[in-house]
């Protein structure tokens, strides 16, 4: 009787230790984290730290504390490490108290919960502060906006200050422009500025009201009228300045353009260019197939402003496409006429069974376009130009009289060039050789007998 009472009371010592509780985890915010200024709606991290004297490996939950027995919000399944991190977001419903536990992977016996801990939002995102358009000339209107950092906020004010640069003496503090309160639907808030020829610094102060505080946050943004000079990069400096890449100055970079794949009317931005830059008007135009990281947008020109400056530059979301490789008309130099078998500049006279090959010289870095050639004004016959070599008409025998010359037209916007030099062609037949012979003793025989008359009338 005394065995079977000691068998008993051992049995039930065992079964009340394997029910223990194993020793409790600690919680804390990882290093990264300032947990006096958590931004809402930020990226957290916490790290559960196992007790040394735990066996390994484990299974390590994270968990809200009002909740920790039921539904764990995050789990690290067999771990071998004791310090376990998780991510979490500071969103509103995650602004409370959060634990951690684990229990042994194969005995499945649970740990005791960890220490609480608080996650406090005290921050806001910054919002969101544009200017449109993004760069602008001295002289033209521009807004600046601010937006929300996110949309399902409530009981949202945005406060705009502004002060002039550079900063003055005792004008260091931002003046005060208003205030609006956000409704449902409303994103931001607007300032409008006409005129513009003095540089200002915008703040825009985003204030919300949540759980009993007020939360802020602030960014600024400046907006300086620029001058926004273009100009065209050649492959090879000797082109010129009339032909080349585009590029923009903003503050003291050159920055090239860029356009979306369907923008269509890149030829009228760079006829604009080549208005700005003294150089006619563009006769060829093409868009580089990638857009360069440094882009600064794309112009929106109607085709009547004299400056590049003045046409309003679009924001580059959606710029697949880079900045245009130009030619302007000023690289149309007038081609120049001469005639294969004559070393005549301007006037030759040709017999009626005769032909003649009129040759025009094209010169110029233009890819596309076509030769005219001209007779007394009128286009006679057209070829396709290539610059550097020699385009050729032959006329055939009874070569029509009149005044030859040719020109260059652009097979891009129309524009043709000044007209080469003219060479007059005229028919010019000959006497036969008999009858010149016969004219020539004719007159010799003539000459001898005047002679002699004179000789025999001064004898007498």
Same mark, same amino acid.
């Given at each position: %009787?005394?065995?079977?009472?000691?068998?008993?009371?051992?049995?039930?010592?065992?079964?009340?230790?394997?029910?223990?509780?194993?020793?409790?985890?600690?919680?804390?915010?990882?290093?990264?984290?300032?947990?006096?200024?958590?931004?809402?709606?930020?990226?957290?991290?916490?790290?559960?730290?196992?007790?040394?004297?735990?066996?390994?490996?484990?299974?390590?939950?994270?968990?809200?504390?009002?909740?920790?027995?039921?539904?764990?919000?995050?789990? #690290?399944?067999?771990?071998?490490?004791?310090?376990?991190?998780?991510?979490?977001?500071?969103?509103?419903?995650?602004? +409370? +108290?959060?634990?951690?536990? *684990?229990?042994?992977?194969?005995?499945?016996?649970?740990?005791?919960?960890?220490?609480?801990?608080?996650?406090?939002?005290?921050?806001?995102?910054?919002?969101?502060?544009?200017?449109?358009?993004?760069?602008?000339?001295?002289?033209?209107?521009?807004?600046?906006?601010?937006?929300?950092?996110?949309?399902?906020?409530?009981?949202?004010?945005?406060?705009?200050?502004?002060?002039?640069?550079?900063?003055?003496?005792?004008?260091?503090?931002?003046?005060?422009?208003?205030?609006?309160?956000?409704?449902?639907?409303?994103?931001?808030?607007?300032?409008?500025?006409?005129?513009?020829?003095? +540089?200002?610094?915008?703040?825009?102060?985003?204030?919300?009201?949540?759980?009993?505080?007020?939360?802020?946050?602030?960014?600024?943004?400046?907006? %300086?009228?620029?001058?926004?000079?273009?100009?065209?990069?050649?492959?090879?400096?000797?082109?010129?300045?009339?032909?080349?890449?585009?590029?923009?100055?903003?503050?003291?970079?050159?920055?090239?353009?860029?356009?979306?794949?369907?923008? *269509?009317?890149?030829?009228?931005?760079?006829?604009?260019?080549?208005?700005?830059?003294?150089?006619? #008007?563009?006769?060829?135009?093409?868009?580089?197939?990638?857009?360069?990281?440094?882009?600064?947008?794309?112009?929106?020109?109607?085709?009547?402003?004299?400056?590049?400056?003045?046409?309003?530059?679009?924001?580059?979301?959606?710029?697949?496409?880079?900045?245009?490789?130009?030619?302007?008309?000023?690289?149309?130099?007038?081609?120049?006429?001469?005639?294969?078998?004559?070393?005549?500049?301007?006037?030759?006279?040709?017999?009626?069974?005769?032909?003649?090959?009129?040759?025009?010289?094209?010169?110029?870095?233009?890819?596309?376009?076509?030769?005219?050639?001209?007779?007394?004004?009128?286009?006679?016959?057209?070829?396709?130009?290539? /610059?550097?070599?020699?385009?050729?008409?032959?006329?055939?025998?009874?070569?029509?009289?009149?005044?030859?010359?040719?020109?260059?037209?652009?097979?891009?916007?129309?524009?043709?060039?000044? /007209? /080469?030099?003219?060479?007059?062609?005229?028919?010019?037949?000959?006497?036969?050789?008999?009858?010149?012979?016969?004219?020539?003793?004719?007159?010799?025989?003539?000459?001898?007998?005047?002679?002699?008359?004179?000789?025999?009338?001064? #004898? #007498?």
């Amino acid at each position: %009787m005394k065995l079977r009472v000691l068998y008993l009371v051992v049995c039930l010592c065992v079964w009340v230790e394997s029910q223990d509780l194993l020793p409790a985890p600690t919680l804390n915010f990882s290093s990264s984290v300032n947990r006096s200024a958590i931004t809402r709606y930020s990226s957290i991290h916490v790290v559960c730290t196992i007790p040394e004297n735990v066996s390994l490996p484990v299974d390590v939950y994270l968990s809200l504390a009002e909740k920790a027995a039921n539904s764990p919000l995050r789990s #690290s399944i067999f771990q071998s490490q004791r310090q376990v991190e998780f991510s979490l977001d500071a969103r509103p419903d995650y602004e +409370t +108290t959060f634990v951690c536990w *684990y229990q042994n992977f194969y005995s499945k016996v649970q740990s005791q919960f960890s220490n609480g801990l608080d996650v406090v939002v005290s921050a806001l995102p910054d919002p969101k502060l544009f200017i449109f358009p993004p760069v602008f000339p001295v002289g033209m209107n521009y807004s600046v906006q601010c937006e929300v950092s996110q949309l399902n906020y409530k009981n949202v004010t945005i406060h705009m200050y502004n002060r002039l640069l550079p900063i003055s003496p005792g004008k260091e503090v931002f003046q005060y422009i208003g205030f609006r309160f956000l409704l449902p639907g409303d994103t931001g808030a607007v300032v409008y500025r006409t005129n513009a020829r003095e +540089t200002y610094e915008y703040m825009c102060e985003e204030e919300v009201f949540q759980k009993g505080r007020t939360l802020l946050s602030r960014t600024t943004i400046t907006a %300086m009228p620029e001058e926004l000079p273009v100009r065209l990069v050649p492959t090879d400096p000797s082109l010129g300045s009339c032909i080349g890449y585009a590029f923009l100055k903003v503050k003291d970079d050159w920055r090239p353009l860029c356009f979306a794949p369907s923008f *269509y009317d890149s030829l009228t931005v760079a006829h604009v260019i080549c208005r700005d830059l003294g150089c006619g #008007s563009a006769v060829e135009s093409e868009s580089l197939a990638v857009s360069a990281p440094d882009a600064i947008g794309t112009p929106n020109c109607i085709g009547k402003e004299k400056k590049l400056a003045e046409c309003p530059i679009l924001v580059k979301s959606g710029c697949g496409r880079g900045t245009l490789n130009i030619a302007c008309s000023a690289t149309l130099l007038p081609p120049k006429l001469s005639l294969l078998e004559y070393n005549a500049l301007s006037r030759v006279y040709v017999r009626t069974d005769e032909s003649v090959t009129l040759q025009c010289v094209f010169e110029s870095p233009v890819k596309e376009a076509n030769i005219i050639f001209t007779q007394n004004g009128n286009v006679r016959y057209s070829t396709r130009a290539r /610059s550097g070599l020699k385009e050729t008409w032959v006329l055939p025998e009874t070569v029509p009289e009149g005044e030859y010359a040719c020109f260059v037209r652009a097979r891009e916007g129309g524009y043709k060039t000044e /007209s /080469s030099n003219v060479i007059g062609i005229y028919i010019y037949d000959p006497p036969p050789a008999g009858v010149v012979a016969g004219g020539v003793i004719t007159t010799i025989v003539g000459v001898i007998i005047l002679v002699l008359l004179c000789i025999y009338g001064s #004898s #007498s």
